[in-house]
C-alpha cells in the first residue's frame, strides 16, 4: 500500500522551486517497499496550471498497489514591476520639446516587457505648472504593474535679450534733440517684451558730456535680462573715418566685415591680391578724416598689430619687417596675419577695418638680366645714337629701359617695348620694392667693358657728361622708367645696359 507525505495537494507560485514530499510504501509479506516505488509526471513551475505526480509499486509476486496521485498547482502571483528611467521629479524648461526618459518592466514570467509599457503624459510646454507622466504593463496572465508615475515641472528660468534698436554710440551737437530710437526684447517663453523695456538715464544736450542710457526687462517668471546700455555723446566733436585704398580704387570701409586678402612676401608695403582680381597686385593704404581737424593717431589691434605700421604722412599699410612665407611671423605661425585698423582723434575711435591676410609664396631664385637692344639705326647693342632728346641740362641722347617683373611670373620677362625714333621703353606692370629689385645701370665707351653701378633714386650726374634720370620712388609698386643721358660733346657714341637683380 502506498502512502503520500504531506499534502496530496500542493499550491506553489510560478517560478518557485518545487520539492516532492515522497510517498511510504509497506507490503504485508515483504515489508517497506520505498525504494521501489516509481513517479511519474513533472511539474512545470513557470507555467500556470495543474500538474499531477503519480506513485507506483509492484511486490516481487507481481502484486501490484493501487496507484496514488498528487496534485501540484503553479499559480502566477507575481506581478510585473516597472522601474522608471532618469529623474523624477523632472525640472523642464518651458517652450521647449519634452522628450520622457522612459522607464523599462521585467515580469517573473514573461521576462522583459519594457516594450509593452503604455506612457501617458499631460506634460504641456506651453504652460507652467505640475504635470504627471504615468507608465502602466500586464503580463500575459493578465497580472498589471502597480502604476509608475513621473512627476514632471515645467518651468521658465530663461531671461528675456534686449536688443538695441539704431546706433551705439549716438554722437549729437550741443543743443541737438535725443530721439530715443528704442530696444526690442525677446523672451523664449513669453515671446515679445518689447513694451515692457524699462529705460533708465536720461541725456542731457545741452551739456557737453557723456551720457549712459540703461534697457532692463524682466519675465513673469521673475527672470531679468542682462542690462544692455547706450552711450550717447554730446560734443561739437565728430569721431573721425577711415577707408582702405587698394590700388586705384579708394573708399574702401568694409564695415562689419572682414577683409580677407592674400598679401606678397618678401616687400615692405602690404601688396595684395583680391578675389576678384587674382592675377594683380594692389598696394594697400588707408585714407584717415576728421571734419574737426583733430590730430589722429592710428590705432592696430588683433594678433598681429605688432607686425605692421601705418605711415603716418602717406598712409601705407607697412610691415614692420617683411612677410616672410617661408618662416611666418604671425602670432600663429599659420601665415595667415590678423590685425584691425582705426584712428583715434583723442576722444572718439573712428570705424576699425579688419584683415585677414595670407602670405603668398613668390620666386626667390637669384635672377639677373641684362638688356640689351638696338637703338634705331645702330647695328650694336644698346648704343646711344645721333638722335638726341633736348633736356633742360644740355644732356642730349636719351635711352629708357624699365621691366616686366611682377612676382607672380615664374621669371621675369618682357612685357612691352615701346619705340620711337629717340627712345625704347620696357615697361612692367609692379615693380618689386628697392629692398628686393634691384635696377642696375652700366654705360661705357667700350662694348666689352660694363662698369654696372646701382640704379639712383634721383638724377645723378655718374660721369663727365653721363646723367641718369630715373622716375622711380623706390618704394611703391608701379611703372619705373630709367634714362641714360649722354653730353656729345664729350661722347660720340656710348654703350649702354640696364639689368636687374632679383635676391
Do not use: K
Not at 528675456?160 to 554710440?169: E, M, Q, R
Not at 533708465?200 to 513673469?220: A, M, P
Not at 583733430?294 to 598712409?315: E, N, R
Not at 617683373?405 to 621669371?411: Q, T
Request: aromatic share 6%.
Amino acid at each position: 500500500m502506498i502512502t503520500l507525505l504531506g499534502e496530496d495537494f500542493i499550491t506553489i507560485n510560478a517560478g518557485d522551486t518545487f520539492s516532492d514530499p515522497g510517498v511510504t510504501a509497506l507490503d504485508s509479506l515483504e515489508g517497506d517497499l520505498n525504494a521501489s516505488v516509481t513517479v511519474t509526471g513533472t511539474v512545470n513551475n513557470l507555467v500556470h496550471g495543474t500538474n499531477l505526480l503519480t506513485y507506483e509499486v509492484t511486490d516481487s509476486s507481481g502484486n501490484a498497489a493501487t496507484p496514488v496521485i498528487r496534485t501540484v498547482f503553479v499559480e502566477v502571483s507575481n506581478p510585473p514591476v516597472i522601474t522608471l528611467l532618469g529623474d523624477d521629479p523632472v525640472i523642464h524648461e518651458a517652450a521647449t520639446p519634452y522628450i520622457d526618459a522612459g522607464a523599462t518592466s521585467t515580469d517573473a514570467e514573461d521576462g522583459n516587457l519594457s516594450s509593452s509599457i503604455v506612457v501617458n503624459s499631460s506634460v504641456n510646454v506651453s504652460a507652467l505648472g505640475s504635470y504627471s507622466v504615468t507608465y502602466n504593463v500586464s503580463d500575459s496572465s493578465g497580472l498589471a504593474a502597480a502604476e509608475a508615475t513621473r512627476s514632471v515641472h515645467v518651468v521658465d528660468t530663461t531671461p528675456p535679450v534686449i536688443t538695441l534698436l539704431g546706433t551705439d554710440p549716438v554722437y549729437l551737437e550741443a543743443g541737438d534733440t535725443y530721439v530715443e530710437p528704442g530696444a526690442s526684447a525677446l523672451d523664449s517663453f513669453e515671446g515679445d517684451l518689447s513694451a515692457s523695456v524699462t529705460v533708465s538715464g536720461t541725456v542731457n544736450t545741452l551739456v557737453h558730456g557723456t551720457n549712459v542710457l540703461t534697457y532692463e526687462v524682466t519675465d513673469s517668471s521673475g527672470n531679468a535680462a542682462t542690462p544692455v546700455t547706450r552711450t550717447v555723446f554730446v560734443d561739437g566733436n565728430e569721431p573721425p573715418t577711415i577707408t582702405m585704398t587698394l590700388g586705384s580704387v579708394s573708399g574702401l570701409a568694409g564695415i562689419g566685415t572682414i577683409w580677407e586678402l592674400s598679401a606678397l612676401e618678401n616687400v615692405q608695403q602690404v601688396n595684395v591680391i583680391t578675389p576678384t582680381n587674382p592675377g594683380v597686385l594692389f598696394p594697400m593704404s588707408f585714407v584717415a578724416s576728421d571734419v574737426d581737424g583733430d590730430a589722429l593717431t592710428w590705432i592696430l589691434t588683433g594678433a598681429d598689430a605688432a607686425a605692421f605700421a601705418v605711415d603716418p604722412a602717406s598712409g601705407a599699410m607697412n610691415f614692420v619687417i617683411p612677410a616672410d612665407f617661408e618662416a611666418p611671423g604671425d602670432a600663429d605661425g599659420d601665415g595667415i596675419y590678423e590685425v584691425n585698423v582705426a584712428v583715434n582723434d583723442g576722444e572718439f575711435a573712428s570705424n576699425t577695418i579688419s584683415l585677414l591676410l595670407t602670405i603668398l609664396d613668390t620666386v626667390e631664385t637669384p635672377y639677373e638680366q641684362w638688356i640689351s637692344e638696338f637703338f634705331p639705326g645702330e647695328t650694336d647693342p644698346a648704343i646711344i645714337g645721333p638722335d638726341a632728346i633736348p633736356t633742360p641740362g644740355g644732356l642730349s641722347n636719351a635711352h629708357s629701359f624699365a621691366f616686366n617683373l611682377s612676382p607672380l611670373d615664374a621669371s621675369p620677362v618682357l612685357f612691352q617695348h615701346v619705340s620711337s625714333a629717340t627712345t625704347h621703353a620696357f615697361e612692367f606692370a609692379n615693380r618689386r620694392e628697392a629692398a628686393v629689385f634691384t635696377p642696375v645701370i652700366a654705360c661705357s665707351t667700350n662694348l666689352d667693358t660694363f662698369t654696372p653701378i646701382p640704379v639712383p633714386v634721383a638724377d645723378t650726374t655718374v660721369a663727365p657728361g653721363i646723367e641718369v634720370v630715373v622716375t622711380t620712388d623706390g618704394i611703391a609698386p608701379g611703372i619705373d622708367h630709367v634714362s641714360l643721358r649722354v653730353d656729345l660733346a664729350h661722347y660720340s657714341r656710348v654703350f649702354a645696359r640696364l639689368g636687374v637683380t632679383i635676391p
